[in-house]
């Protein structure tokens, strides 16, 4: 299961102002209670196995999350440490998908991805996929996807 989570609650439920209490009840500092983790066990009862996503980060111009940047980092390191304690759960980060300067991964809200921003984002996740899969399947390049 893919799993993402807990961006607009910072960014919209704490205002840039009470992040940190926000964030606390989202997921603790050890990734061990709060929310996600809380979401994460339960998707985990069933079997699967769990890859939460980070965030893409502003491009650094034009974006409403600008500000936001150390709560997202906070928010991936905490998501991390909830990955690490479960070998079925897995963080992506999205920290370093978007170049500086380029708008071209976000939709004109310069908040959520664009089709560009969600087919790497969606590359990434097909990678983790396989690179963990029990049964490894060799990854088609370029040309043989043409």
């Known amino acids: ?17 009470a992040c940190t209490r926000k964030m606390n009840r989202l997921i603790s500092q050890d ?28 491009p650094g111009m034009g974006s409403p999350i600008e500000y936001c940047k150390d709560n997202g980092e906070e928010l991936d390191r905490r ?12 963080f992506l980060s999205l920290a370093n998908l978007v170049p500086h300067g380029d708008r071209s991964y976000h939709a004109v809200d310069m908040i959520h991805p664009s089709v560009k921003g ?16 029990p049964r490894q399947y060799p990854r088609r390049t370029a040309q043989q996807t043409e």
């Open 1 to 17: 299961m893919v799993v993402s989570g807990g961006g607009n609650d910072l960014w919209l439920g704490c205002g840039c102002g």
């Open 31 to 58: 990734g061990r209670s709060g929310a996600i983790p809380d979401l994460v066990a339960k998707l985990r009862t069933s079997g699967s196995k769990v890859i939460y996503t980070g965030y893409l980060r502003s």
């Open 79 to 90: 998501a991390a440490s909830m990955a690490a304690q479960d070998e079925a759960v897995f």
């Open 118 to 133: 969600s087919a790497a984002i969606g590359h990434r996740i097909s990678e983790l996929i396989q690179d963990n899969s």
